[in-house]
């Protein structure tokens, strides 16, 4: 849906009326789906911490030793998935010599002129397709994406490349930690079970501490959205940013991030021949 309002939205006023709508409405639209998931998780988690204190004399925040390895985490799939175009990449040897020997500002500038051995520039490119809205402080529409500059993925590649040590991989890392709470659920069950009434707090116990590590992997789903919806609109705004260059109004796409909304409406309704001079004011603020 959000996509399509851009899509649609075809001048650069209608572009900004998009934008402020859709994030204005994006966490009400998620949340209503998301907090009745997240927020009993939430819930579940005091209870279990309550319990281990008060049943097992556990110490206050035993509870998060509980957290490790959640299941249904966006940003935990998102390294699970990098990690494996790694392992893709290393299998190939054309693909591994390249992103380990080459720096990796020369693999950004080979990607983006289609030039990296296949199986990386076709690994990178399918990754980027569902994950190049995220970066550095993505959560600031005027910073670059990784679709803008793959450096740093490309950089965090190159780190897994060199990762020779199968107990320090990602996948065993997350297996590691979700085996760890499984282990400790059973441990401190069974020892809860060997106490008065033990036997069904044991059962509520594990029900909760299930319930809870499904339910609080999703608390990241949220933000997710609102970065996809910002790497929508970021997208469009820089090709409204091109045509700005094209007529000599800006010396660069991305400066129209530099521009406030009213400051953008103002130059397209006034047709105002030269931004240049207050986006070097902005900017200097902004530095």
Do not use: C
Not at 51 to 56: D, H, S
Not at 136 to 155: F, H, S, Y
Not at 186 to 208: D, H, M, Q
């Amino acid at each position: 849906e959000v996509r399509t309002h851009a899509a649609r939205a075809r001048s650069l006023p209608a572009l900004l009326d998009a934008l402020e709508n859709d994030v204005s409405r994006a966490i009400p639209t998620v949340l209503p789906l998301v907090a009745p998931v997240v927020a009993p998780g939430l819930v579940l988690m005091s209870l279990v911490g309550g319990w281990l204190e008060r049943w097992l004399g556990k110490a206050p925040g035993a509870v998060f030793q509980l957290l490790r390895g959640l299941p249904n985490n966006v940003t935990t799939e998102m390294d699970l998935r990098l990690w494996a175009l790694a392992q893709t990449i290393r299998a190939d040897d054309a693909a591994r010599t390249a992103l380990l020997d080459l720096p990796v500002e020369e693999q950004a500038e080979a990607y983006a002129h289609g030039a990296l051995p296949p199986v990386a520039q076709r690994g990178i490119a399918q990754f980027l397709q569902q994950y190049g809205m995220r970066g550095v402080a993505e959560i600031d529409i005027g910073r670059p994406r990784w679709r803008d500059d793959p450096t740093p993925l490309l950089q965090t590649l190159h780190g897994y490349l060199q990762l020779n040590d199968p107990a320090l991989a990602p996948d065993a890392q997350f297996a590691r930690g979700a085996s760890e709470a499984a282990q400790l659920t059973n441990a401190w069950a069974n020892e809860l079970a060997r106490t008065p009434f033990g036997a069904l707090r044991a059962r509520v116990l594990r029900f909760g501490i299930g319930r809870m590590r499904e339910l609080l992997g999703l608390r990241e789903s949220p933000k997710f959205y609102l970065i996809q919806t910002l790497g929508i609109y970021r997208d469009a705004l820089l090709a409204h940013g091109r045509e700005l260059v094209a007529r000599g109004a800006l010396d660069d796409a991305g400066d129209i991030f530099f521009l406030s909304l009213d400051e953008l409406r103002a130059a397209a309704r006034n047709r105002t021949p030269d931004l240049r001079g207050q986006v070097a004011a902005n900017r200097a603020e902004y530095e």
